[in-house]
């Protein structure tokens, strides 16, 4: 049994000591979660029963089957679909009993559900019985409830708990025991599923020649990305594919191979649009993911830096490489995909997202945050991105001339450059590939571009005038410093009045 395993059977075991009546187990797998606390509680000769609105009553163990029997008399079991009906039978459970409710957050926003939950309160306190409702990550419990129920949250499986799976699905096949760099490999890739979702993707991609590891990434891919807001960077870029910018690839490259290295980027790209409108938000949406974001962060110390700048200016890129570069997994993290107009949804899908990071990160992630407006985020984030905050300027000269040899190598074009002056590296590229495809020269493609310095100047201005003295530098050490006066001046021709 993992860490994470062991500390949420001690919880379930620390209520029952204490006979807490009615427990709400978040879980990703029910079966697991079940499985776990049959586990725990296997000296334990009280009755187990669980209900579901199809199967109607089932028995876990002799005592269940003999309980569900004194209480139902005649009544077939499996015709008590109603969780209205199968709470009023419990009133009379023996001492002692489990009733699992399968299902529960599906339930208890009726009025007669939440009361019959609440009615057992006592009953069950007094007889050391348990309700346990068994519900999906991040579900919130009704207002009436809150105060009454014993949350408890069973984490995706560890490591260890992975590593069981490959091991007895090699067991299973008949193969022997896989190879420590396999299981090794197996288990990266699994981390973050829960353990069915885990073990059928593995089951898929073990053939007759062993794991495919590369198919297993890609069925974890497609699993993640069911919950919203999420996805895995499939990109292969790393910093030796981006030019310039080299203070902060360099600052990145120690994080990522230094000393409790993170083992996932979170890069959530212009968030502060995630933000906008915080401060009118009169549905506490916002400000209930602002706080469910810091304290995940704070309670797990995790690290985080900002960068801000100009569009096109490789902050994107930078973010996104830096998992490559480092040999671990990118995901995005879309705040704004989470959010819901449903009371309470918002919460749940951010809060499933976290528990995926946290099982993949296993306590070690780096935030990574793009934005281009940082005055719009609330004060209390941007403190919590403890690794500094970065100002992109547009690239030098000297930055140009690395995007451009980049660029011009991966389309195959080359010949005469266009006046790059004031042009991002985004712009760069995007000249590159359109004299690639339309088979044009570099400055017949250039007549296609408007430079962001020019298209959005004032904006530009602002940011420097802001960031300077403020944030630090991507390209140099130290902190970015912007002299108005000595900016190249915009390319273009003075014409004298005549006999000047």
Same mark, same amino acid.
């Given at each position: 049994?993992?860490? &994470?395993?062991?500390?949420?059977?001690?919880?379930?075991?620390?209520?029952?000591?204490?006979?807490?009546?009615?427990?709400?187990?978040?879980?990703?797998?029910?079966?697991?979660?079940?499985?776990?606390?049959?586990?725990?509680?296997?000296?334990?000769?009280?009755?187990?029963?669980?209900?579901?609105?199809?199967?109607?009553?089932?028995?876990?163990?002799?005592?269940?089957? $003999?309980?569900?029997?004194?209480?139902?008399?005649?009544?077939?079991?499996?015709?008590?679909?109603?969780?209205?009906?199968?709470?009023?039978?419990?009133?009379?459970?023996? $001492?002692?009993?489990?009733?699992?409710?399968?299902?529960?957050?599906?339930?208890? #926003?009726?009025?007669?559900?939440?009361?019959?939950?609440?009615?057992?309160?006592?009953?069950?306190?007094?007889?050391?019985?348990?309700?346990?409702?068994?519900?999906?990550?991040?579900?919130?419990?009704?207002?009436?409830?809150?105060?009454?129920?014993?949350?408890?949250?069973?984490?995706?499986?560890?490591?260890?708990?992975?590593?069981?799976?490959?091991?007895?699905?090699?067991?299973?096949?008949?193969?022997?025991?896989?190879?420590?760099?396999?299981?090794?490999?197996?288990?990266?890739?699994?981390?973050?599923?829960?353990?069915?979702?885990?073990?059928?993707?593995?089951?898929?991609?073990?053939?007759?020649?062993?794991?495919?590891?590369?198919?297993?990434?890609?069925?974890?891919?497609?699993?993640?990305?069911?919950?919203?807001?999420?996805?895995?960077?499939?990109?292969?870029?790393?910093?030796? $594919?981006?030019?310039?910018?080299?203070?902060?690839?360099?600052?990145?490259?120690?994080?990522?191979?230094?000393?409790?290295?993170?083992?996932?980027?979170?890069?959530?790209?212009?968030?502060?649009?995630?933000?906008?409108?915080?401060?009118? $938000? *009169?549905?506490?949406?916002? *400000?209930?993911?602002?706080?469910?974001?810091?304290?995940?962060?704070?309670?797990?110390?995790?690290?985080?830096?900002?960068?801000?700048?100009?569009?096109?200016?490789?902050?994107?890129?930078?973010?996104?490489?830096?998992?490559?570069?480092?040999?671990?997994?990118?995901?995005?993290?879309?705040?704004?995909?989470?959010?819901?107009?449903?009371?309470?949804?918002?919460?749940?899908?951010?809060?499933?997202?976290?528990?995926?990071?946290?099982?993949? #990160?296993?306590?070690? &992630?780096?935030?990574?945050?793009?934005?281009?407006?940082?005055?719009?985020?609330?004060?209390?984030?941007?403190?919590?991105?403890?690794?500094?905050?970065?100002?992109?300027?547009?690239?030098?000269?000297?930055? /140009?001339?690395?995007?451009?040899?980049?660029?011009?190598?991966?389309?195959?074009?080359?010949?005469?450059?266009?006046?790059?002056?004031?042009?991002?590296?985004?712009?760069?590229?995007?000249?590159?590939?359109?004299?690639?495809?339309? /088979?044009?020269?570099?400055?017949?493609?250039?007549?296609?571009?408007?430079?962001?310095?020019?298209?959005?100047?004032?904006?530009?201005?602002?940011?420097?005038?802001?960031? &300077?003295?403020?944030?630090?530098?991507? &390209?140099?050490?130290?902190?970015?410093?912007?002299?108005?006066?000595?900016?190249?001046?915009?390319?273009?021709?003075?014409?004298?009045?005549?006999?000047?």
């Amino acid at each position: 049994m993992s860490r &994470s395993s062991d500390a949420f059977v001690r919880q379930f075991r620390a209520a029952r000591r204490v006979s807490t009546p009615i427990v709400n187990v978040r879980t990703p797998d029910p079966e697991s979660s079940l499985s776990l606390i049959k586990s725990a509680l296997k000296e334990d000769q009280a009755p187990l029963v669980q209900w579901d609105t199809v199967r109607g009553l089932v028995h876990h163990n002799e005592p269940g089957r $003999d309980e569900i029997s004194r209480l139902l008399g005649e009544i077939a079991p499996s015709t008590v679909i109603s969780p209205i009906e199968v709470l009023t039978q419990f009133y009379r459970a023996a $001492d002692d009993t489990i009733l699992f409710l399968s299902n529960a957050h599906r339930f208890w #926003s009726e009025p007669a559900v939440v009361q019959g939950i609440w009615n057992t309160r006592d009953v069950f306190k007094a007889h050391g019985a348990m309700l346990v409702l068994l519900s999906v990550p991040g579900a919130l419990l009704p207002p009436e409830l809150v105060q009454d129920v014993l949350t408890v949250d069973e984490p995706l499986p560890g490591p260890q708990d992975l590593e069981r799976i490959i091991f007895e699905l090699y067991r299973s096949a008949g193969f022997g025991a896989p190879d420590e760099e396999t299981a090794k490999r197996a288990v990266d890739a699994l981390i973050g599923l829960s353990a069915f979702p885990a073990e059928q993707s593995a089951a898929m991609c073990l053939h007759k020649d062993g794991l495919d590891v590369h198919a297993l990434w890609e069925r974890k891919r497609r699993v993640i990305e069911e919950i919203p807001g999420l996805s895995i960077w499939r990109g292969s870029e790393t910093f030796d $594919d981006i030019g310039g910018c080299e203070n902060v690839k360099r600052y990145l490259q120690a994080v990522v191979s230094g000393e409790e290295a993170p083992r996932v980027i979170v890069f959530c790209d212009e968030i502060e649009k995630a933000f906008a409108g915080t401060g009118t $938000d *009169t549905s506490g949406t916002k *400000t209930e993911m602002t706080g469910t974001i810091l304290s995940w962060m704070e309670d797990r110390e995790a690290d985080g830096v900002i960068f801000i700048g100009p569009p096109g200016a490789a902050k994107s890129i930078v973010a996104k490489a830096t998992g490559n570069t480092g040999g671990i997994p990118t995901i995005a993290f879309d705040l704004s995909a989470m959010q819901n107009s449903l009371i309470g949804a918002s919460g749940e899908r951010l809060r499933a997202a976290l528990a995926v990071i946290d099982a993949i #990160s296993q306590g070690r &992630s780096l935030w990574i945050a793009t934005c281009n407006a940082i005055t719009t985020l609330p004060p209390e984030l941007r403190r919590r991105f403890t690794l500094g905050t970065y100002f992109f300027d547009l690239p030098t000269a000297e930055e /140009r001339e690395q995007i451009w040899k980049i660029y011009e190598t991966r389309y195959g074009v080359s010949g005469e450059r266009p006046n790059d002056d004031g042009w991002t590296g985004a712009e760069i590229k995007d000249c590159c590939r359109k004299a690639y495809r339309l /088979r044009l020269s570099l400055t017949g493609s250039a007549s296609y571009t408007v430079p962001v310095s020019r298209s959005a100047a004032e904006q530009i201005k602002s940011l420097r005038q802001s960031a &300077s003295g403020k944030f630090l530098s991507a &390209s140099a050490p130290g902190i970015y410093q912007w002299d108005e006066n000595s900016v190249t001046p915009s390319v273009g021709r003075r014409l004298r009045a005549a006999g000047e």
